[in-house]
Structure formats: structure tokens, C-alpha cells
């Protein structure tokens, strides 16, 4: 089955610095990759997802770029903000398959 | 649009009990719902798939006696924990794929802590 390792675990940043998270998954047929964002005691919530057929995508200060090749996808925070805090999930799913496969979790600090 | 509700929001039990918790899909039909368990400071784990009208698909170490899930309608899976134990205490969280929309997009519910005293 799928496994989708994240890295990294934990990340500190200083308010306006950027942030990043890298994924590498095992299932070469996954072709959906969504990021989730989760504060504590509630549910994930879809930030950003990228399909295989495209190498990347923005929205205002959240990137995510796809590389098939390598089999790895990142997260990227700009101009991050206090609010950003929170625990960030990446996570992929095949075609065939039903499941989404999350990774482990960052766990992001943004410093005022 | 694409909201999905569970009840209840936390519940206590007593070790040796039953807990039912439910998972709706209020704005949309879902023929799939996922079942997560969440413990602290880790990742979410698929328990289990429920489809509706049918038998649900449980992950591998998942004990489906202990987890029995129902989906009945097309917007309502419910999974209930029997015999408690304290090592069940969690969070639980449904999802369910909105058909109507993306393939690939689940919307999660709010979450059920689950503490087992």
C-alpha cells in the first residue's frame, strides 16, 4: 500500500520567513495530493491540493509543487503569519484506490 | 457547501460500555465515509470504510467486532465502540467524499473525543 513520509516534523519560523514541507510517497499511481491544516481539537482542513497532471499550484501565500519523477510534493508558507500555527498534514491517494494515505504531520510555529 | 457533522462533540464512558457516534453529511450524498482514530500528536489512521448498504472495510489491526460501523443511508455512518477500554480513549473523525464534486475531495467532521474512564 501507499505510505507517505513528512518531514519535517517540527518547524519554527520567524513571522514573514517562509515555511516548507516535504512529502515523498511510495505508490507511483497516486495521483492526488491535498495538504490539510489542523489546530488543536479540530478537524483537518483542505488548504491546498495538487493532481498528478499538474506541477504546481498557488494560492495567495500557499504553494505546492509535484514532482512524479521523484515521487515528492512540498508545501510552501510565505510571508507566514501567527496564525499559520497549527499542524499540517500532507497526504495521497491513487486513482484506484479509495484511501487517503496521510503523512506523519509538521507540526509549524510561526514566532511574532 | 460539502458540511459534515458528528455527534457528539466528546463523550466519557465508563470502561465496559458501548459508544455510538455518528457521522452526517448534511448538504450532500455520500455513498463512502471514512472512519479516522487520532491519538495525540500523531497523524490520522484509517479505521475503516464504510460504504452505504454494505459491509464496511476495515484497515488491517482494526478489530471490526470492537469498531462496528453502520452506514445506512446516504448521509449517515455511524460507528460505534463496544466494550470500552481506556486505550480507546481518541479522537475520532469521519469524512465523506462528496461525489457530486471532485472525485478525490473528502470533508472531514468535526471530531468525537472519546474519553474511557
Known amino acids: 500500500g501507499e505510505n507517505v513520509e513528512q518531514h519535517p516534523s517540527t518547524l519554527s519560523v520567524q513571522e514573514g520567513d517562509s515555511a516548507v514541507i516535504k512529502c515523498t510517497y511510495s505508490d507511483s499511481a497516486s495521483n492526488y495530493f491535498p495538504w490539510y491544516k489542523q489546530e488543536l481539537g479540530k478537524r483537518p482542513q483542505l488548504i491546498i491540493d495538487i493532481r498528478s497532471n499538474v506541477g504546481e499550484k498557488k494560492d495567495q501565500r500557499i504553494a505546492v509543487t509535484l514532482n512524479k519523477t521523484a515521487k515528492h510534493f512540498s508545501l510552501h508558507i510565505t510571508e507566514t503569519q501567527p496564525e499559520d500555527s497549527a499542524v499540517y498534514f500532507c497526504?495521497?491517494?491513487?486513482?484506484?484506490?479509495?484511501?487517503?494515505?496521510f503523512g506523519g504531520g509538521t507540526r509549524v510555529l510561526v514566532k511574532p | 457547501g460539502a458540511v459534515v457533522s458528528q455527534h457528539p462533540s466528546w463523550v466519557i464512558c465508563k470502561s465496559g460500555t458501548s459508544v455510538k457516534i455518528e457521522c452526517r453529511s448534511l448538504d450532500f450524498q455520500a455513498t463512502t465515509m471514512f472512519w479516522y482514530r487520532q491519538f495525540p500528536k500523531q497523524s490520522l489512521m484509517l479505521m475503516a470504510t464504510s460504504n452505504e448498504g454494505s459491509k464496511a472495510t476495515y484497515e488491517q489491526g482494526v478489530e471490526k467486532d470492537k469498531f462496528l460501523i453502520n452506514h445506512a443511508s446516504l448521509t449517515l455512518s455511524t460507528l460505534t465502540v463496544t466494550s470500552a477500554h481506556p486505550e480507546d480513549s481518541s479522537f475520532y473523525i469521519c469524512?465523506?467524499?462528496?461525489?457530486?464534486?471532485?472525485?478525490?475531495?473528502?470533508?472531514f467532521g468535526p471530531g468525537t473525543r472519546l474519553t474511557v474512564t
Open positions: 469524512s465523506a467524499r462528496d461525489l457530486s464534486g471532485g472525485a478525490y475531495e473528502q470533508y
Open positions: 497526504a495521497a491517494i491513487t486513482a484506484a484506490g479509495n484511501k487517503l494515505t
